[in-house]
């Protein structure tokens, strides 16, 4: 991952970079907070009793190397995180909301799966999250219908109701999708690796990225 910077719809500069051992505590208080809003109420109640702060630490400390950050005027204002062909954790931190962000975050996402030499990128978002589905839908992704995304918890996997969502980001249409700066899209997203991720809470309210993890 190299560095990018962009305008977001709103004026202001962005700079996406590969985030750094010491983004860890911020990325995990933002995913903290995006996936409370976005999963509550719409994943098993297991899972929400073991997604204690503790657990965003470690995992916002094990996944530095896939995670991208989207830095404003200095501070972490949301990232992302992509394996190969998989789009994990959108999320902005609520006072980005509404700028656009979001959306950016979401088109380096795309880039780095296409660099990556895939064609098709996928996320999964939980099924109740009507916010991030409909930011995802905006952005040009296609829902491809209901799946179960095994969220790992610590006994095992949870299975979590999700829809699986596909985007073709190479070719002549790639990247053509709206971005409209409308950013009320995800904010908690999704899995942590292996599956599907869990949008919740991107830009307006609590579009977070795909997969509920």
Same mark, same amino acid.
């Given at each position: 991952?190299?560095?990018?910077?962009?305008?977001?719809p709103?004026?202001?500069?962005?700079?996406?970079?590969?985030?750094?051992?010491?983004?860890?505590?911020e990325?995990?208080?933002?995913?903290?907070?995006?996936?409370?809003?976005?999963?509550?109420?719409?994943?098993?109640?297991?899972?929400?009793?073991?997604r204690?702060?503790?657990?965003?630490?470690?995992?916002?400390?094990?996944r530095?190397?896939?995670?991208?950050?989207?830095v404003v005027?200095?501070?972490?204002?949301?990232?992302?995180?992509?394996?190969?062909?998989?789009v994990?954790?959108v999320?902005?931190?609520?006072?980005?909301?509404?700028?656009?962000?979001?959306?950016?975050?979401?088109?380096?996402?795309?880039?780095?799966v296409?660099?990556?030499?895939?064609?098709?990128?996928?996320?999964?978002a939980?099924?109740?999250?009507?916010?991030?589905r409909?930011?995802?839908?905006?952005?040009?992704?296609?829902?491809?219908?209901?799946?179960?995304?095994?969220?790992?918890?610590p006994?095992?996997?949870?299975?979590v109701?999700?829809?699986?969502?596909?985007?073709?980001?190479?070719?002549?249409?790639?990247?053509?999708?709206?971005?409209? #700066? $409308?950013? /009320? @899209?995800?904010?908690?997203? +999704?899995? %942590? *690796?292996? !599956? &599907? #991720? $869990?949008? /919740? @809470?991107t830009?307006?309210? +609590?579009? %977070? *990225?795909? !997969? &509920?993890?």
């Amino acid at each position: 991952m190299s560095a990018t910077e962009k305008l977001s719809p709103t004026g202001r500069p962005v700079l996406f970079r590969p985030a750094r051992p010491a983004d860890a505590p911020e990325v995990a208080r933002i995913w903290l907070h995006s996936w409370r809003d976005g999963h509550l109420g719409h994943v098993p109640e297991e899972l929400a009793a073991v997604r204690t702060p503790e657990s965003f630490a470690t995992r916002a400390a094990e996944r530095v190397g896939d995670t991208l950050v989207a830095v404003v005027d200095g501070a972490v204002a949301g990232f992302v995180m992509v394996v190969a062909e998989e789009v994990e954790q959108v999320y902005v931190a609520a006072p980005h909301r509404g700028t656009g962000v979001a959306g950016l975050l979401l088109t380096e996402a795309e880039r780095l799966v296409r660099e990556g030499g895939h064609r098709r990128a996928w996320l999964v978002a939980a099924e109740g999250n009507a916010r991030a589905r409909r930011f995802y839908e905006r952005q040009g992704w296609v829902d491809e219908g209901r799946v179960d995304h095994p969220a790992q918890g610590p006994d095992g996997p949870i299975p979590v109701p999700c829809h699986r969502y596909t985007k073709e980001v190479s070719g002549p249409t790639a990247g053509s999708g709206p971005e409209s #700066g $409308a950013d /009320s @899209g995800p904010g908690p997203a +999704s899995a %942590s *690796g292996s !599956g &599907p #991720g $869990a949008a /919740s @809470g991107t830009d307006s309210g +609590s579009v %977070s *990225g795909p !997969g &509920p993890t």
